[in-house]
């Protein structure tokens, strides 16, 4: 009794002190550090600031300027760009920012119907959805496509918008160990036998859900396998396309185009223009039935306001720019250019010494770092050199496989590489020193 007493106490008092230093740390200037430009290739981010809302202090006016390692701006449209923001200017002064209205209402605009057949086109698929916001995206529409007496079988390291849309569905849930298709066709076939006619089986509906980029781990999606298993078992497959669309695939058509799949066997290619296209919101391609389904149950497309038309214009001339259709070749550029910059920077990386997780091709390059403790060092001391990076931890990754995420972009320059690996490698010898978690000010 007392032995299992005090291993009580010793659990109790563990969690209770992770829970603290989790909070302490998240409270740490190492997030949400304010930043006072585009997210380009380079950003003034504030030099100190406080995240502790305990605390008086905010933030100070100056800033600094940093090369910017940690931004989803994969080909370089979340700066002003010579195109695109001409036409977003204008359609400010059209629009308005706000629609003030749902799609059903008075906020469907011409911008808005065109963006829908554009992105249908894009990706390969009969019809398209927009939706104001990509989290939104997933967690309102998995509930609208799936619910009671169906099954969602989902990857372990799909994001949060996925988890939380699945557990909102009233669906049942089974998780499939990360990025592995046998393990897929092991939790499917304790389901239903190979091939069984969808009408004999003990659910309504099977959608298996993965993403074509990790965000978390740079890694591309075993599509073609994963693909072959939900054909054998005859299941629906939803695509999240955040960190792919746009970022890979000769023609920026993301990991179908890359990995060789034809878009007609994934049934749901969702994705967000948060990322390469430098705007916001969220889309779905899928069947026209799909499609008319959702946007006659869907309570975010009924209810809630429609894209900001210029958000819709940035998507729109960004697309155009990427399929060459403004006249120029930069966008073909800019694809041959995010490719080259993310494998010389994975390569020199893995030279350097670093554990850097992902794939070749990737834009996301996640590097380890395992101590929590010394993640806000790490990230001040990329600051203090002049480098912007995103560090994570625990909740978004298990507790001791912190990590710093490089993002790299079409927009940085060789020079602005090599200047990142420089700072990299010389923190890189420090980083064992590193132990604190105060917050600094
Ligand atoms: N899906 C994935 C895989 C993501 O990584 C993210 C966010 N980075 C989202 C959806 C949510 O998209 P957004 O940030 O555009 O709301």
């Known amino acids: 009794t007392a032995v299992t007493t005090l291993l009580s106490f010793g659990v109790i008092f563990g969690f209770g002190y992770l829970r603290d230093f989790f909070r302490r740390m998240l409270r740490s200037d190492c997030f949400g550090r304010p930043i006072v430009s585009a997210p380009g290739a380079w950003i ?65 605009t011409k911008l808005h119907v065109e963006l829908e057949e554009m992105v249908a086109r894009f990706v390969g698929k009969p019809a398209a959805i927009l939706f104001g916001m990509g989290y939104a995206t997933n967690s309102a529409i998995i509930p609208a496509l799936i619910g009671k007496g169906g099954l969602i079988i989902s990857d372990a390291f799909n994001h949060n ?40 089986r003990p659910w309504k509906k099977i959608i298996v859900i993965v993403e074509g980029i990790y965000s978390m781990e740079g890694e591309l999606c075993k599509l073609p396998e994963i693909i072959a298993v939900c054909k054998k078992y005859k299941v629906y497959t939803y695509v999240d396309e955040a960190h792919s669309i746009g970022a890979v695939g000769k023609t920026g058509r993301g990991v179908c185009e890359l990995l060789g799949v034809d878009p007609a066997d ?62 120029s070749n930069r966008g073909a550029k800019k694809l041959a250019q995010i490719r080259e910059n993310s494998n010389f920077f994975r390569s020199e990386l893995q030279k350097m010494g670093f554990e850097v997780l992902g794939d070749n091709d990737s834009p996301v390059m996640p590097i380890m770092l395992y101590n929590p403790a010394k993640i806000p060092a790490f990230s001040r001391e990329c600051l203090r050199q002049h480098v ?10 298990p507790l001791l496989l ?6 790299i972009s079409a927009s940085h320059s060789r020079e602005d590489l090599v200047k990142g690996l420089e700072v990299k490698s010389c923190i890189f010898v420090n980083v064992t020193k590193f132990t604190s978690v105060e917050i600094h000010m």
């Open 44 to 108: 003034d981010v504030v030099e100190r600031y406080s995240n502790d809302s305990n605390k008086t202090f905010h933030c100070t006016a100056r800033t600094s300027k940093c090369l910017n390692l940690g931004s989803y701006n994969y080909l370089g449209f979340a700066a002003a760009d010579e195109y695109c923001t001409p036409q977003v200017i204008q359609s400010l002064k059209r629009y308005s920012a706000s629609t003030c209205s749902a799609r059903v209402d008075g906020g469907n």
């Open 161 to 200: 918008s996925i988890v939380n849309g699945a557990r909102g569905s009233g669906a049942s849930i089974q998780v499939f160990q990360h990025n592995n298709p046998k393990h897929l066709e092991d939790v499917l076939r304790e389901q239903i036998a190979a091939g069984q006619p969808r009408i004999n």
């Open 266 to 327: 994934v049934d749901i290619m969702m994705g967000t223009f948060t990322k390469s296209f430098g705007s916001y919101g969220g889309y779905i391609a899928a069947s026209k039935e799909i499609i008319c389904h959702l946007k006659h149950t869907c309570p975010a497309h009924i209810y809630a306001t429609s894209m900001s038309p210029p958000a819709v214009q940035q998507v729109i001339s960004a697309i155009k720019v990427i399929l060459g259709e403004d006249g």
């Open 388 to 397: 912007a990076v995103v560090v994570v931890a625990f909740p978004a990754t």
């Open 402 to 407: 912190c990590r710093a995420r490089i993002c």
